[in-house]
Nanobody
Framework: VQLQASGGGLVQAGGSLRLSCAGS????????VGWFRRAPGKEREFVAS????????YYADSVKGRFTISRDNAKNTVYLQMSNLKPEDTAVYYC??????????????WGQGTLVTVSS
């Protein structure tokens, strides 16, 4: 499985962005997918995850109520809708597949990352 993250960019605080994670291969739709981020000078952290069916989603407390993860298995794509963005959301965002919940080490496939910069 190969993953391609896109949709990052520069946005003002309070704005919105939608990230996409496009997966290749027929098995992508059978994998749980997570979004993680690494802010400058910090370790990578969990943001959100979704089960293979889309029936269950999980969020870090820091983004709950502002971010929404969803997927379209017909398009082999997982989305992360980010609203009310804050400067502290500035980070490189990575999508990962093959794992579950916030267990970073459970994910076997990783995309290259897309940079989100939120200006104050």
């Amino acid at each position: 499985v190969q993953l391609q993250a896109s949709g990052g960019g520069l946005v003002q605080a309070g704005g919105s962005l939608r990230l996409s994670c496009a997966g290749s291969g027929r098995t992508f739709s059978s994998y749980g997918v997570g979004w993680f981020r690494r802010a400058p000078g910090k370790e990578r952290e969990f943001v959100a995850s979704i089960t293979w069916s889309g029936g269950s989603t999980y969020y870090a407390d820091s983004v709950k109520g502002r971010f929404t993860i969803s997927r379209d298995n017909a398009k082999n794509t997982v989305y992360l809708q980010m609203s009310n963005l804050k400067p502290e959301d500035t980070a490189v965002y990575y999508c990962a597949a093959g794992g579950s919940h916030y267990y970073e080490r459970s994910y076997g496939y990783w995309g290259q990352g897309t940079l989100v910069t939120v200006s104050s």
